[in-house]
């Protein structure tokens, strides 16, 4: 890529062989790759298919045996695999913030655990635009100029999976959305890269909503955040019906807010309206408290 193999000799010498040594690891090595294959709309069953491989260490011949445990109530099959690499079938509900699976390998010399993390989904509409919240000519975000019908339904949790009454466009799209290492933000459970969700093109819109359950009242800190290095995007978000912010989020400083809220006892909806103008399309919701264990008795829904 430099042209000069003198001067990419030198910087091979200097730089490659440590960032190779940092990054290969030692042996044994374990990895893992998810495959999303079924997230229906109707139900808050997931299917998965979990793929492992296993490099032992080069005196190491002896066959590798590698085994999945899940939370109550998920299936897997098989219940064991044998051999340097397999893929297990998964099914469950991915009903917390944070799913957390294990995947565990060993052969005759040594094992190896990992813990693999699904992040709970959000169900999105998508497929519209938008253009009336950006201002001719300075695109500058108006979001009381770019109310769209049902949007205030959709903003309290009800319409989700319809097309809003009135609407004279092309149909919404619907769709369960998980976050993913692939895509910016990686998998956080309050990402939405909406790029895996759509093409994104200049002023699309999308409604997105989750439902919480919580057994108690609860104080929660909700950030807002983006991490793209380009465009504009417009965020509207809302708990129970009542808007907690709406703004430009990319304008914010460090591109953050954080908002001090409640869940009540009882059924809550987070509930989002994102209006993309140019370039990258990607924010984030995520909840917080002091007392992590709070959040990991939580139990979210995609089904309205």
Known sequence: GLGEDAAAEKLSAKYLEKFYNDAKGALPCLSYSIMNVYLPLDSDEASFEISYCWTPSASDKSAAKAALSAPAGWKIEPAELAGPSGTFKVSGKLDHLVNVLKLAVKDAASSKEM??????????????????????????????????????????????????????KSPFKWTRYLASIDYTGGNSPGNVCMYAVSFSGNFEGAFGARWIMSDKDMPVKITLGNQTFAGSMGLCV???????????????????????????????????????????????????????????????????
């Open 115 to 168: 813990e693999i993390k699904i992040p709970a989904p959000w169900l999105i509409g998508h497929g519209f635009v938008n253009n009336e919240i950006w201002e001719h000519g300075t695109q500058k975000f108006l979001p009381e100029k770019g109310v769209l019908p049902g949007e205030e339904q959709f903003l309290k949790g009800d319409g989700f999976g319809k097309t809003p009454e009135g609407w004279k």
């Open 238 to 304: 809302a708990l129970n019906g009542e808007k907690i912010y709406n703004g430009l989020i990319t304008s914010e400083p460090g591109k953050k807010v954080v908002k001090d809220v409640v869940l009540k006892k009882g059924m809550n909806c987070l509930a989002f309206k994102a209006n993309h103008c140019t370039w990258q399309w990607q924010f984030s919701i995520d909840l917080s408290t002091d007392n992590p264990s709070d959040l990991a008795g939580l139990v979210l829904s995609t089904v309205p």
